[in-house]
Every structure is written in structure tokens, then in C-alpha cells.
């Protein structure tokens, strides 16, 4: 009688653990008061007929861990005390039920192999040690990644994360079996397969990890980076430049525009007007190096972020491009520009575009209006 009130500390000190935990990870319907009262009603009401039922438990108090299905029974109070949706409640029961059975059934293999005190109170002085132990580290990550992770998934994702974690639950439950019933050749081949299972599922949510990530990146690929000539476009060139301000690293911001560059479309055709502007990019691109970035924001303008290099540089360097740019004798008309030096010019994105675009129309007006585009 007393190794079994001894197991039944064990079942209530976990079931403690799990009910605090699920209740401080989900969003309350009620007042904590009203929330507290009437859980704790409706747990009394399931407790007694589920510890009749445990303590008459096939061989109760060897470490079977058959009790844990009555812990099931509270997700009738908790789907009606909280808001998160039934597969998120799922979810995270079955996080907090892997947590504390692992622990319990650690417990309860390593009792076997030390004799402190009777066998139940062993399991249960070490269940508290390994609770104070960890407890702070799995709420925090409960807190900070599981809850965040799980907000962000869509239902079906979060359909597909429930039958994974009840799995693995389930995977873990018969694993435990197969040791405390070490003689069943039947139960620990059901291991096993329960083992196989486990290992499938985890690679399969990992290919979907790795696929999902691809396709993130290639939409980022898409959103910052320009198709024609694989320059970073204006949504990362607002990005960097706003990082930069914020780390106070002095930059140039080279605003460049291609003169007369209808003139190549009309006359060549669009063609070979986008030969001529990926031409002029990856020139460009060459030039800057590693000193910076180089951006299109538009049809022909362009702007380049230097860092720790001389502006003076890139723009004696742009006025020695070749006369003409393939085989065909297409001829480079030149380009505009403008700089603007932060912090010198300003303190954000907007100044600098302001200051940079001024100066490179001034640029554009000293030089004559048309340009021959004789072949």
C-alpha cells in the first residue's frame, strides 16, 4: 500500500508539472481565478475515478507508464478553458507528456540500479531531481521557441505537427515497454518498428524543413535580386543601407543613370538594350569588388554603396568603359552620376537619395543633349 501512495506521488507530481506548464504556454478564456477554480473542480472530478482506475493497473508501480493515457483525460478542461485551438493543445500536451514521461521513466530505470530507499520513493526522490534540474531550461524553450515556432504555422502545418508529436509520444511509451518487459521478443520487435517510425517521421519533417527553406530562399532570390542582371534590387539596397546607418559605418551612395539609354532601345532594339544594361552591371560590379554593393532600382538606374573606398575611384573608372560594348559595335553612351556620403549628407535612406539623385541630374545636364548612335 505504501510503494503504491509512493507512485501515486510520482503521477501527481508529473501531472502537476504538465498542467503548469500547458497553462502558463496557453491564452486564457477566463480570468486566472475563474480559469483556476474550475480546473481544479473538473480535476478533482477526473482524479478520483482515474486513480481507481491506475491502481488497478496491470502491474502497477513497475514502471509500465500505463497511467499516462488517464493523464489524456484533461484535454476535455483545457480545450475548455483556453483558446488555442484543439491541434495546438495536442501539441504541446504531447511536448510536456514526452518531457515529464522521459523523466519518469529514466527515473525509474536508474532506481533499478541503486538501492537508497524503497524502490517507488528512489523513483521518486530522483523524478524531483532531475525536475529541479531541468525544469527552468524546457520552459524557456518552451516559452521562446516551441510557442513562437507554433505561431507561425499555418492549420495544416500544425495538423501535421500534432500527429508528430503524438507519434513520437506514442514511440516513446512503447520503447519504455520494451524495457520494463524485457522478456517480450514480440514487445521489443513492436519497439523497434515503433523506433523505425520515429526515425521515418523525423526525416520526413526534415526533407519538408530543408524544402520549405529552399523555397523561402528562392523567393528571396526573386524579391532581392534583379532578374536581367542579378544585381540586388531597391527592397535589400533600403535594407543594407539602413543596417550600415545603424551600425555607424561611414558609406558612398553613388546614384549612376545611363545617358540616352532610349536612344539603344529604339534604334537596337530591347534586345540589345539588355545586353547593354547586364554590360554596364556587370562592369560595374567588377569595379566595386568587395569594397560595397551594387544595386538596380530601376530600368537605367543603378547605385552603388562603397565602403572604405574612394568614390573618385569608381567614377574614373566609369569613364573609362569601352567605346562600344559587343560585337556589334554598339556604342556605350556614359552615364551619370551623383554621391552622397553618409553622415556627412544625411542621416537616412531618404537624404542620401535626395542629395545623390540632385547631383547626378546636375551631372546629366553639363553634358550635351544628344549622343550619335551611329553604328
Not at 486566472?32 to 473542480?41: D, N
Not at 537616412?348 to 553639363?366: N, P, S
Request: proline share 2%; aromatic share 16%; glycine share 6%.
Amino acid at each position: 500500500m505504501i510503494e503504491a501512495f509512493a507512485m501515486l506521488l510520482n503521477i501527481l507530481e508529473m501531472l502537476i508539472v504538465n498542467l503548469f506548464l500547458i497553462d502558463q504556454c496557453s491564452e486564457k478564456k477566463y480570468s486566472a481565478t475563474k480559469t483556476y477554480s474550475i480546473f481544479t473542480l473538473l480535476a478533482i472530478v477526473l482524479l478520483i475515478p482515474s486513480s481507481l482506475i491506475v491502481f488497478h493497473l496491470p502491474n502497477f508501480g513497475n514502471g509500465n507508464g500505463l497511467f499516462i493515457f488517464c493523464g489524456f483525460l484533461f484535454v476535455i478542461p483545457i480545450k475548455l478553458l483556453y483558446k488555442n485551438s484543439f491541434a495546438k493543445i495536442v501539441c504541446l500536451g504531447s511536448m510536456v507528456w514526452i518531457y515529464t514521461f522521459l523523466l519518469f521513466s529514466i527515473s525509474v530505470h536508474v532506481s533499478h540500479l541503486i538501492e537508497w530507499f524503497p524502490y517507488t520513493y528512489t523513483v521518486f526522490v530522483i523524478q524531483t531531481t532531475f525536475y529541479l534540474l531541468s525544469f527552468t531550461w524546457f520552459y524557456k524553450k518552451l516559452k521562446l521557441d516551441f510557442l513562437v515556432t507554433i505561431s507561425r504555422l499555418n492549420d495544416e502545418e500544425t495538423r501535421s505537427l500534432m500527429w508528430m508529436s503524438i507519434i513520437w509520444f506514442c514511440g516513446i511509451f512503447i520503447i519504455n515497454l520494451s524495457f520494463v518487459y524485457w522478456q517480450s521478443n514480440i514487445l521489443r520487435i513492436v519497439a523497434l518498428g515503433a523506433f523505425a517510425v520515429c526515425a521515418y517521421c523525423f526525416n520526413l519533417s526534415t526533407y519538408h524543413v530543408i524544402k520549405k527553406n529552399h523555397q523561402i530562399v528562392s523567393l528571396e532570390q526573386m524579391a532581392y535580386h534583379d532578374n536581367l542582371t542579378q544585381l540586388r534590387t531597391r527592397s535589400l539596397l533600403t535594407k543594407d543601407v539602413d543596417q550600415l546607418i545603424s551600425r555607424g559605418i561611414s558609406f558612398s551612395f553613388v546614384f549612376m543613370d545611363l545617358d540616352n539609354f532610349k536612344q539603344i532601345n529604339d534604334r537596337y532594339g530591347h534586345s540589345t538594350g539588355d545586353e547593354y544594361l547586364s554590360f554596364f552591371a556587370q562592369e560595374t560590379k567588377k569595379i566595386i569588388g568587395n569594397n560595397g554593393g551594387f544595386y538596380r532600382i530601376a530600368g537605367d538606374e543603378f547605385i552603388g554603396i562603397l565602403i572604405d573606398s574612394d568614390e573618385q575611384e569608381l567614377v574614373a573608372k566609369l569613364g573609362e568603359f569601352p567605346k562600344t560594348i559587343n560585337d556589334a559595335h554598339v556604342p556605350f553612351l556614359g552615364v551619370s552620376y551623383g554621391v552622397s556620403i553618409f553622415p556627412t549628407d544625411g542621416a537616412t535612406y531618404e537624404q542620401l537619395m535626395e542629395i545623390a539623385d540632385a547631383r547626378m541630374y546636375a551631372h546629366k545636364k553639363e553634358k550635351p543633349v544628344n549622343y550619335s548612335t551611329g553604328a
